[in-house]
């Protein structure tokens, strides 16, 4: 195969429709007779709902249905969860509260109207009589002693206890020269795809068919979630997914409007939009992270770290969504981060606060692997006044030990962490920021350099360690005009598939990308599939559709061959034609050996006609990316404020098929990570009540909050496919928060401070550095 | 109660009669079907919702349609209006088939987002367009700082902003080459 897309910046496929404004998110889609629903929320964190009177709203101009939990009682399962832990707690989200809410933004009722204004005046006319009860919010209260568990039959507040443990930890800490003790808090994050969630439903009687439009990650195993919530036949579920304005895994999920829209629509005969506003979508849908991490780690005076030991406290939220418990599990899995740690032990205990519910967002429990992790490093160096640089070069695994088995049970496919760190090393030209950093000291400037060498867990992934199936499937059909269509299980939110795919299939079959279309995200064309998360799309997906590429050029060889009388073996494929290798004048034209399948007069004995391929791939394993981040901030003493003076990032994602695109998912991750670090944090106070519910009070990042982002790539495929691609969606939210961190830390090492919990807002800084002087006052 | 209103969009006289309450952004999409201009936040700060009124970058979500009304605006489906409408078919001058080298009919800011990757899911992707292009008209060849701070009241969450600064960039220098 010659390569002329793959590995090349293509600009993508998609591009002209979105920036000319003529693509369909969700809410562009307009249907005749379309009804508008809107759900009424509870004010209250905690509370049990004594009645609700829907008599005023469903007489309300415009209104056609208004139901609240009674009605769907039964009729409306509530939403599923994917993840099994042994002896977890029940404690599934209703579509509709019935007795009791447990989150600010938990739905209690629903009104349906011929038009999005009405619907929302009609919510104002319902009337709750709610008895508010104490809400939990903090995770370490609610599991105190005493604490009233906030679901009634449930004995606390605990929802499960998950350990992991591997290597002998009680020698390794016995033979430590110095334990380091710290408690590192992963805060509560608000994803904010800049589209929210929408769901359109359609029912067409006659047919007994269901239409769903939704903006999901998923549209494969939401059709099947759809079916087993309504009780509704799954073959007459039709799951579409239109444009989608980001999910960041928000939307790899089932939410409680996805079922109750379709509900309606049926009911109605009618259908029926619901669009999330942005409140709604801060108040119910997913929020990420929030850790508390307890750590303990075993090291020898020359850096080695021996041992670690980690306390995890998870604060769920209230419900499980999708995969709620599993979160923090990768954590576990990944703490040991790119570093021989022969002994380690994580124990979680999942939490249930009067809050909406924690699940997978960008990284999703590796992030806080990565950066607790990366804490311990730089906490190591600081203890022992090495450099952070040379802590984890003694701590590396070499080239030559992978596949590396780590103490939690992985096996690492592939990795040259030196390589990635040496290359950032360079690139930032370390030493010298080094000196500059000692120069600005003298001046009374305080910089802070941070690194970050971490490997991420992606290419969800081997079946056997995935909650509900981890394959994905692509089908290729070569259509009789000559052009290819390529469904894939993989349905984007921004991913570039139809690029990426269509490049594969121009190199593979010898054509153009033009000639390539790829579909998605429509269950009645896609073979079932499972989705876009987890840094899978290309590692899984797209491997999925190599092998058809590669199931359907093989049958065309077969049928070159039998018309020009060579061997398959011996047919090439490239600028649109078939040719043997022997001799230029065996040669025809792609269109010609793709009606021969389809005619079927010339074809050879045996052969089915046809050119269609479909491929379940299953994964050996998972895949490992890996990198370095440097990065530097400046701190202004006077105001607190950090300021990102520089940042390299090194990634290493193995084979790549768009190096632009490869990028994009870089510098995107990374601002996320900005975010986190500088400015996010999702604050319930006291009475659950969510005060930083809007874009107005959640500060994310902007183009002012950003320095140029130096990226630099090395390549070290992996194993696990044919393609070597390890997959790069989550590397910038998982390798670059240490980075940060880690460079305030540096900028604050004169004031004897060692670690900062994010988010580094200026007064929280500003109060660290001053809290001597004030001391002295 | 419902209010007479008169504009021009994207070129065309429009008029008729709202609810004083109707948001411009819920006008130009539910009334005249222009559902490109997208509504993120609906409190002004995400700046999807971005259209230019009277040449101006303003947000559709927080303005009224009635105080729209003699105003002339341009969405993004109005930004270049000969553009090819059938995007993503592989046929034609290179639209679509992500192997073009570009082509006329494209704004230059809409070609400089698909030159240098300034989207990935879209959805912020003509409020920041309208935004640069504000930008552009009062500032020929901006400076990034300037272009940080044009694009600030705009929110992405994909793109990690860099690329919609080259692609800004990119526009600037067509711009002034297709002047000189």
Redesign the interface.
């Known amino acids: 195969m010659t390569t002329r897309f793959i590995g090349k910046p293509l600009k993508r496929k998609e591009d002209p429709r979105l920036i000319q404004g003529i693509s369909h998110y969700v809410d562009d889609l307009q249907l005749a007779g379309m009804h508008y629903a809107a759900f009424l929320r509870t004010p209250y964190a905690h509370a049990k709902i004594r009645s609700i009177d829907l008599s005023k709203a469903r007489h309300a101009p415009g209104v056609v249905l208004a139901l609240s939990g009674a009605d769907v009682d039964g009729a409306v399962q509530a939403v599923p969860c994917a993840a099994q832990i042994p002896d977890m707690k029940a404690a599934a989200r209703p579509v509709l509260a019935r007795d009791r809410v447990l989150f600010v933004g938990e739905a209690v009722a629903v009104v349906v109207a011929n038009d999005r204004y009405a619907a929302r005046d009609a919510l104002d006319l319902i009337e709750v009589d709610y008895e508010p009860l104490t809400p939990i919010v903090n995770p370490e209260k609610a599991i105190a002693k005493g604490a009233v568990p906030i679901h009634p039959g449930h004995k606390d507040n605990v929802a499960f206890k998950w350990e992991l443990e591997g290597g002998d930890l009680k020698a390794a800490f016995k033979s430590a020269d110095k334990v380091i003790k710290q408690r590192i808090v992963n805060q509560r994050l608000i994803p904010v795809p800049i589209e929210p969630r929408g769901v359109l439903a359609d029912y067409q009687p006659g047919e007994g068919q269901l239409t769903v439009w939704s903006s999901t990650q998923i549209p494969h195993l939401l059709r099947t979630q759809i079916a087993a919530m309504l009780n509704f036949p799954e073959t007459l579920v039709h799951v579409v997914t239109p444009e989608v304005g980001g999910g960041f895994g928000t939307k790899l999920n089932v939410y409680p409007e996805e079922a109750m829209v379709a509900y309606l629509a049926i009911q109605l005969g009618k259908p029926v939009k619901w669009i999330e506003s942005r409140r709604e979508n801060f108040q119910a849908t997913i929020h990420g992270r929030d850790q508390i991490d307890d750590i303990e780690v075993a090291i020898k005076r020359d850096g080695t770290i021996l041992g670690l030991r980690c306390n995890v406290i998870a604060d769920l939220g209230a419900y499980y969504q999708l995969l709620t418990p599993l979160i923090p599990t990768l954590t576990g899995l990944m703490m040991t981060g790119c570093y021989k740690i022969p002994a380690a032990r994580m124990e979680i205990t999942g939490v249930f606060t009067n809050k909406m519910s924690t699940d997978a967002y960008r990284g999703a429990g590796r992030p806080e692997a990565t950066y607790l992790i990366e804490r311990v490093l730089d906490l190591v160096a600081a203890e022992l006044k090495k450099d952070p640089i040379e802590v984890r070069r003694k701590n590396f695994p070499q080239p030559e030990d992978f596949p590396y088995a780590t103490p939690t049970g992985l096996i690492y496919d592939s990795g040259d962490y030196q390589k990635a760190l040496d290359l950032a090393v360079k690139v930032a030209d370390y030493k010298k920021l080094r000196q500059e950093q000692a120069k600005l000291r003298k001046e009374g400037r305080y910089t802070g350099i941070g690194i970050s060498t971490y490997v991420e867990i992606c290419g969800m992934g081997p079946s056997s360690a995935m909650p509900a199936g981890g394959w994905e499937s692509a089908t290729v059909r070569v259509e009789p005009t000559g052009r290819v269509s390529v469904m894939t299980g993989s349905s984007p939110h921004g991913q570039g598939q139809e690029t990426t795919f269509a490049q594969m299939g121009a190199d593979i079959l010898g054509i153009d990308p033009s000639q390539v279309q790829v579909i998605h995200g429509d269950t009645s064309i896609v073979p079932y599939g499972i989705g876009t998360f987890g840094s899978r799309a290309t590692a899984v997906g797209g491997t999925a559709v190599y092998k058809s590429l590669q199931k359907v050029k093989e049958k065309m060889a077969c049928i070159a061959a039998h018309i020009v009388e060579s061997d398959p073996e011996r047919m090439v494929f490239a600028d649109g034609k078939i040719s043997a290798k022997e001799s230029a004048k065996k040669s025809i034209a792609f269109g010609q050996a793709v009606s021969a399948a389809y005619v079927a007069k010339t074809l050879p004995a045996e052969m089915e006609p046809g050119l269609e391929a479909t491929t379940f791939f299953e994964p050996s394993n998972f895949t490992y990316p890996f990198g370095t981040h440097i990065c530097v901030v400046e701190i202004d003493a006077e105001t607190g404020d950090v300021k990102l003076v520089r940042y390299v990032a090194v990634d290493d994602c193995g084979n790549v098929i768009n190096p632009l695109l490869v990028e994009g998912q870089v510098q995107g991750g990374i601002v996320q990570s900005v975010g986190q670090a500088l400015l996010e944090e999702a604050v319930y106070d006291e009475q659950g009540q969510l005060i930083t519910g809007e874009l107005m009070d959640y500060a994310l990042p902007r183009a002012t909050d950003m320095c140029w982002i130096e990226t630099e790539r090395t390549v070290t495929p992996t194993p696990v496919n044919p393609m070597g691609v390890k997959g790069v969606g989550e590397a910038g939210t998982i390798g670059a928060t240490p980075a940060l961190a880690g460079a305030v830390a540096d900028a604050l090492a004169p004031f004897g401070i060692h670690h900062v919990d994010m988010p580094f807002k200026r007064e929280k800084i500003w109060r660290l550095m001053h809290k001597d002087s004030r001391r002295a006052q | 109660m419902s209010v007479e209103i008169q504009l021009r969009v994207n070129g065309k006289p429009q008029q008729g009669t709202v ?1 004083p ?2 948001l411009l952004v ?1 006008y130009l ?2 009334v005249l ?11 002004s ?2 700046g ?1 919702c971005t259209v230019l009124l009277d040449g101006k970058a303003v947000k559709s979500c927080t303005l009224l349609a009635v105080q729209a009304s003699g105003a002339e605006i341009t ?3 109005g ?2 209006p000969n ?1 090819q ?1 059938h ?2 078919n ?2 034609g001058n290179g ?6 080298t570009g082509n006329g009919t ?1 704004h230059a800011v ?1 070609e400089g ?3 240098k ?1 300034g ?8 409020g920041m ?1 309208l935004t640069a292009v504000d930008l552009l008209q009062r500032n020929k060849n901006p400076k ?1 700082a300037e ?3 044009a ?2 009241g ?12 080259e692609a800004v960039q990119y526009a600037a220098k067509k711009m002034s080459a297709r002047k000189r």
Do not use: M, V
Not at chain 2, 95 to 100: A, E, F, L, R, Y
Not at chain 2, 119 to 126: A, E, H, M, V
Not at chain 2, 154 to 165: A, E, F, M, S, V
């Open positions: 609810e309450r109707l819920h999409r539910d079907g222009l559902t490109g201009t997208h509504i993120g936040c609906e409190t700060i995400c999807a969405t993004i489906e930004l270049a553009s409408k995007a993503g592989g046929a639209i679509g088939n992500g192997t073009g494209l809409q987002f698909w030159e990757h989207l990935q899911c879209g959805y912020c992707t003509p367009i990034e272009i940080r701070s694009l600030s705009n929110l992405c969450r994909c793109t990690g902003y860099q690329h919609i600064i």
